[in-house]
């Protein structure tokens, strides 16, 4: 059964793994992730991931919140 995750529990699996192949993949994901962050302007908080069932982590939605246009 694939898990959704978020940002903080993508992190708290790397830190707990000894698969170094899970580990660069998680390394190379957050990596990935830091630059969406940078060239979007958007929070950890934004990002939803899923564990699935193999044992790959994907980035699978992205909450976007529009700014308050009141």
Same mark, same amino acid.
């Given at each position: 059964m694939?898990? *959704?995750? #978020?940002?903080? %529990?993508?992190v708290q699996?790397?830190?707990?793994?000894?698969? +170094?192949e !899970?580990i %660069? %993949?998680v390394? /190379?994901?957050?990596a990935f #992730? $830091?630059?969406i962050i940078d060239q979007?302007?958007?929070? *950890? %908080? +934004? !990002?939803? !991931? #899923?564990? !699935? +069932?193999e044992? $790959?982590i994907? /980035?699978t939605? /992205?909450?976007s919140r529009?700014?308050d246009?009141t």
């Open positions: 694939n898990s *959704k995750l #978020t940002y903080e %529990q993508v699996l790397l830190a707990k793994s000894e698969s +170094d !899970f %660069q %993949q390394i /190379i994901l957050l #992730t $830091h630059e979007e302007a958007l929070n *950890k %908080q +934004d !990002f939803v !991931f #899923t564990l !699935f +069932d044992g $790959h994907l /980035i939605d /992205i909450i529009e700014p246009r």
